[in-house]
């Protein structure tokens, strides 16, 4: 949350976005819409036919308008001043006629302001990072992808950086007066090469987790997993043929007690360590290393903690 918080408010400081109409398309549980209404006091606009009620207090919800549907241009986007997308668009299959959709609801409004945050394929790729690869992504992007994506749908890229450990690409635009042209893209060498890397290393890492795991088996060693997202239900069922991995620890009390999608380990909370004794704990993110060791040396357990691109 501390992140979503600095992220908020280096796009209300650096683009005054204050008393304005912020829409969020895919705003999921509202989290950060509501931290940039709050901060800025600003209007919100959430739509996410996934969003949930009752996760937000009521000071949140007073600023906010959810609806529960998936975008499209038929909504317009109510004259908003900001327009946010974050870990949305890969989901998106025609990317640049979404792209399109949006530059045409805002129409004669060139101060509208656009944030949009996406993963890092880069950062996959030269890491071999397997376990963000995932059959629910339509699109990868790098920084030169994202930012030729905006330039042909009619947006002017004013800014566009890696942030949350180099893990993200976030982008801020506003429309443009002429569209970029589309032109003919030639061969990235160094993309290929990036690619053959991926192939090679990918390989690489997951035959070093299977044989671990493999080994824990045999060894009757407890393991469990930190992180019960996306890379914890990609990483399981690339690799946990044999079920060493018995649980999934999460702090999201909304992911406690429900079950990894394919692989079918419980997540369960932190307090479950305390009758549980693991002896290896495999991190899926490894942002959160400190914070987690502080969390295992305050209660004194003596797990050994292991990065995924250990």
Not at 137 to 158: K, M, P, W
Not at 227 to 236: H, I, T, V
Request: hydrophobic letters at 40%; a negative charge.
């Amino acid at each position: 949350m501390s992140w979503l918080q600095n992220v908020a408010r280096r796009l209300i400081k650096d683009y005054k976005i204050c008393n304005k109409t912020v829409l969020e398309i895919g705003s999921g549980k509202g989290e950060f819409l509501a931290t940039i209404c709050e901060m800025g006091e600003n209007r919100g606009i959430g739509y996410d036919p996934a969003y949930v009620e009752g996760r937000l207090g009521e000071e949140a919800l007073s600023r906010i308008d959810f609806r529960k549907v998936m975008w499209n241009r038929d909504h317009g986007v109510e004259q908003a001043d900001v327009i946010v997308c974050r870990h949305t668009l890969e989901h998106i299959p025609n990317v640049l006629e979404f792209m399109q959709d949006i530059r045409s609801a805002i129409g004669d409004k060139p101060d509208t302001l656009l944030f949009f945050e996406v993963p890092d394929t880069d950062r996959v790729l030269k890491e071999g990072a397997f376990w963000d690869i995932y059959y629910e992504h339509c699109s990868y992007f790098n920084q030169d992808s994202l930012c030729t994506l905006f330039g042909i749908a009619g947006f002017e890229v004013l800014e566009c950086w890696l942030d949350y450990d180099d893990q993200y690409i976030m982008l801020v635009a506003k429309p443009a007066n002429e569209a970029l042209k589309p032109v003919e893209i030639s061969r990235d060498q160094q993309l290929e090469d990036t690619i053959d890397h991926f192939r090679q290393h990918c390989a690489a890492m997951q035959a070093r987790w299977s044989s671990r795991l493999e080994m824990y088996a045999k060894k009757g060693t407890c393991v469990m997993l930190w992180g019960g997202g996306s890379k914890a239900a990609a990483f399981l069922n690339y690799l946990d043929k044999v079920g060493v991995v018995r649980k999934v620890i999460d702090i999201n009390p909304e992911k406690q007690h429900c079950f990894i999608p394919g692989s079918g380990q419980e997540v369960v909370g932190p307090d479950y360590l305390k009758q549980e004794t693991a002896e290896i704990i495999i991190l899926m993110n490894s942002i959160y290393r400190a914070e987690v060791q502080q969390y295992l040396d305050s209660h004194h357990y003596q797990f050994e903690l292991l990065s995924v691109e250990q």
